[in-house]
């Protein structure tokens, strides 16, 4: 049973840079695609982008210019940096695991959550 | 790409069955069988329930069912129960993933 556990910092300033981890216990980053997605406070859920078991990624058309997903196998952790934060960017954000290996989406296992808040 | 379209809230009694529907494009929905539901409850992570369009991991009740016509996805939950209290979204891909907006199913 795999689970996630995903850190990092919980405030940050507008402009500042967004940086989170999510570590793998009990799989393999390399099979499944590993995801980042996100929850504004009482809003719906966005997908930001993906790594997949080949470390290739693929983003979100919308926060493409200011994401980067990548990983550290040795570590078995993978992780998102969010560029040029503003307010907009509150929210929970989500680490998550495909349930199909090497198949993208159907996020079926996920990590705790984060929230992150943007203020100055 | 759009958001896919849900209705805000849903409701049901115990026993009863509900459909909640989502309604996207050809460019998504409708041309690909990669649509996925999702429960949430408050303070929680979503639960994966149906992929596929209409296929349920190991562990996620038979009362869930999902279906497809057209460019308008819909998951179908029979014989309520409290539990099944919580905001659904989907998911189907559009050259990227894209969720819809939610729908919160309320029990009478």
């Known amino acids: 049973q795999v689970q996630l556990q995903q850190w990092g910092a919980g405030l940050l300033k507008p402009s500042e840079t967004l940086s989170l981890t999510c570590e793998v216990y009990?799989?393999?980053?390399?099979?499944?695609?590993w995801s980042w997605i996100r929850q504004p406070p009482g809003k719906g859920l966005e997908w930001i982008g993906e790594?997949?078991?080949?470390?290739?990624?693929n983003y979100n058309p919308t926060l493409k210019s200011r994401v980067t997903i990548s990983r550290d196998t040795s570590k078995n952790q993978f992780s998102l940096k969010l560029s040029s934060m503003t307010a907009a960017d509150t929210a929970v954000y989500y680490c998550?695991?495909?349930?199909?290996?090497?198949?993208?989406?159907?996020?079926?296992?996920w990590g705790q959550g984060t929230l992150v808040t943007v203020s100055s | 790409q759009s958001a896919l379209t849900q209705p805000a809230s849903v409701s049901g009694s115990p026993g009863q069955s509900i459909t909640i529907s989502c309604t996207g494009t050809?460019?998504?929905?409708?041309?690909?069988?990669?649509v996925s539901w999702y429960q949430q409850h408050p303070g929680k992570a979503p639960k994966l329930m149906i992929y596929?369009?209409?296929k349920r991991p190991s562990g996620v009740s038979n009362r869930f069912s999902g279906s497809k016509s057209g460019n308008t996805a819909s998951l179908t939950i029979s014989g309520l129960q409290a539990e099944d209290e919580a905001d659904y979204y989907c998911?189907?891909?559009?050259?990227?993933?894209?969720f819809g907006g939610g729908t919160k199913l309320t029990l009478l």
């Open positions: 790594i997949n078991h080949s470390a290739t990624t």
């Open positions: 009990g799989g393999s980053l390399s099979d499944y695609y």
């Open positions: 998550a695991r495909g349930l199909i290996v090497a198949r993208p989406g159907t996020f079926h296992s």
């Open positions: 050809s460019g998504d929905v409708g041309i690909y069988n990669l």
């Open positions: 596929e369009g209409n």
């Open positions: 998911c189907s891909y559009a050259g990227s993933w894209v």
